[in-house]
């Protein structure tokens, strides 16, 4: 269930002038992830590691997938939800699902109430082990919510351009909705409105980087039965663009807030 490393690459060109591409043409997660080809995860890794270095030293304001940004750009859904957490618990407490070195903890750090704080990230082992070198509280690493189990409890669940990465993103959202948490938000997230998701081999610009993977086109009515239990409170578009698969099916990078019905 951890995040793929494979989300750096994707995420970083999307503001290319070569769009990102989505091959729906095979049937199977399993034959795109045959197809995939030129990806090297140590390379990113190390990337986004010395983006990081540059944002905790107050060189850049802050990074997104080991790309740095020198002005301040918030994500107003995503800090009005943790602001709403603060207000009803006095305190912070995010468990961050795929959530690299602390990406979104770095982009908002200056818009954060001064309230006490935990921030866990689950990543792979690379991000995990970089990430306790080089980053300093209120972030924490592990590599599974188990494993994590000595930061909590949390507040929040961050799914921030994550899912449709991991070959099962259902049983990973139901993992974050089951950790205790009373909010989850999920953010920068492509859906459509088709009844199951849609497997595809997501292609990066060569002048970029040579790389392509597996990524899901998720179901918009399999996210509403996921989510059912919660209330979704707010929708959000992503800072991507509406896009268009190779068979012409259309969908969106969406966001939503949701509160667990009984809290």
């Not at 459509?192 to 002048?207: C, F, I, K, N």
């Amino acid at each position: 269930m951890e995040p793929s490393l494979r989300s750096r690459v994707a995420r970083r060109v999307l503001g290319s002038p070569e769009p990102l591409t989505f091959d729906d043409s095979f049937g199977t997660w399993e034959e795109c992830s045959h197809h995939a080809a030129g990806y090297d995860a140590i390379a990113i890794v190390e990337r986004v590691g010395a983006a990081t270095r540059e944002v905790i030293d107050g060189r850049a304001a802050f990074e997104r997938d080991g790309v740095l940004f020198f002005e301040p750009e918030f994500r107003w859904p995503v800090a009005y939800a943790l602001a709403a957490s603060t207000a009803r618990h006095g305190e912070i407490r995010v468990l961050d699902l795929g959530g690299s070195l602390g990406s979104v903890f770095w982009q908002h750090r200056d818009v954060l109430p001064p309230v006490p704080m935990t921030w866990t990230v689950i990543e792979q082992d690379a991000f995990v082990e970089l990430g306790r070198a080089i980053a300093t509280p209120p972030l924490t690493f592990a590599t599974s919510i188990d494993q994590a189990a000595e930061f909590g409890p949390w507040h929040v669940g961050l799914l921030s351009s994550v899912l449709q990465y991991l070959p099962d993103p259902w049983q990973a959202l139901a993992n974050v909705l089951s950790s205790g948490v009373d909010m989850v938000v999920i953010d920068r997230t492509p859906i459509y409105s088709g009844a199951q998701d849609l497997p595809t081999l997501q292609r990066v610009p060569e002048h970029i980087y040579p790389a392509s993977y597996p990524a899901w086109i998720l179901s918009e009515p399999q996210l509403e039965e996921a989510m059912r239990g919660w209330r979704i409170v707010a929708r959000f578009p992503g800072i991507e663009p509406p896009m268009r698969t190779k068979r012409g099916i259309n969908f969106t990078w969406s966001g939503l807030i949701a509160i667990r019905s009984d809290s």
